[in-house]
């Protein structure tokens, strides 16, 4: 296990994180949708995240410590549009 593997797994605890206060954050966007709709979009939210953590920790164990960069870059673009939909401007 290199440092490409331990800064993935970390930066995907703070994936989680941000997609779970997303989802909690009661913006009226979600409160909009019916309650079967939100409980299936942040389920399916937190399966593609793990999907995406899951493939770059199996891609950086075989050798490619590349993806910790792309990594990085995934969770700066997420944090980014979490921080617009939690202050209010989206």
Do not use: D
């Not at 954050?25 to 389920?43: E, I, Y």
């Not at 937190?46 to 995934?74: C, I, K, R």
């Amino acid at each position: 296990m290199g440092w490409s593997t331990v800064i993935i797994f970390l930066l995907g605890i703070g994936n989680f994180a941000i997609n779970r206060a997303v989802f909690k954050s009661g913006h009226p966007l979600f409160a909009r949708l019916p309650q079967v709709s939100q409980t299936l979009g942040s389920r399916a939210a937190l399966v593609s995240e793990f999907a995406v953590l899951f493939f770059a920790l199996l891609l950086s164990v075989e050798g490619w410590p590349g993806y910790a960069w792309a990594y990085a870059a995934y969770t700066v673009f997420n944090a980014g549009a979490a921080w617009l939909i939690l202050s209010g401007r989206v």
